[in-house]
């Protein structure tokens, strides 16, 4: 089988006696980078040395197969520099492969900058979203942005720190300068840090220069308060424009959280 290994974030205390144990074992490891796996097979006290495979974005498609094959007839241990594979890291291609040829695939759970971030926010926890990096251009970034402008659950974003105050910026732009945004710097490594404030606020502070491994959580959108009465008058207005009845009535009902079907019937009375 193909096992998905998760590696501590920063503290190497965060390791699971499971992960130490497959490891210990383990006869063939794919790794984000072989280097950063040969330290922490020495920070963990590991005296196994098994076969490294190097797996990264840019191979990664070119040795799925391979790694599919050697899975079948032994276990394949995947890791990435920190956190679980497949998230932010390479693996998704492997175990897109591996399924698709039958070979199983497993998981040892275990630290998630992702989840981590998002806990210690104490913003909204009960739905969010992960949205990866942002892109790098100031152009692309603020359409991403504009996008998940109307997002009403909590977001999770990775960032470097070289652009982190340049992003910071577009968020208070594109979503408003008032909405609450927590930074998380270097998690549980010695100097963590978790700041938080508005996008404007952030940004300022940001521009001072940051350094290490970031997460950023940010506000979902507030609810809208649009009554049906001006729900319907924004339906009517889509469908002068050339939109079809129901079209409009679902647009407008997720943009307002309004009944698309109380729209649609109250624009229907109207017309």
Known sequence: ??????????????????????????????AEDTRVTHRLLAGLG????????????????????????LARDQDVVLLSDAGMPTVSD???????????????VTALPGPSAVITALAVSGLPTDRFTFEGFLPRKHGERMHTLRDLSGERRTMVFFESPNRLAASLVDVAAALGDDRRVVVCRELT?????VKRGTASELAA????????????????APERVVDLETGVAQVLALVADGARLKEAAGEVAEATGLGKRDLYQAALDRR
């Open 189 to 193: 490594k010695m100097f963590e840090e």
């Open 46 to 69: 590991i005296a196994n040395r098994p076969r490294l495979i190097a797996l990264h974005d840019h191979n990664e498609r070119d040795k799925a197969a391979e790694l599919v094959e």
């Open 1 to 30: 089988m193909i096992i998905l290994a998760a590696t501590p974030i920063g503290n190497l205390k965060d390791a699971s006696l499971r992960l130490i144990d497959v490891l210990g074992e383990a006869a063939v490891v794919a």
């Open 205 to 220: 502070w940001a521009a001072e220069g940051v350094r290490g491994e970031i997460a950023v959580v940010i506000e979902g």
């Open 90 to 104: 390479p693996g998704f291609h492997l175990v897109e492969a591996a399924a698709a040829a039958g070979v199983t």
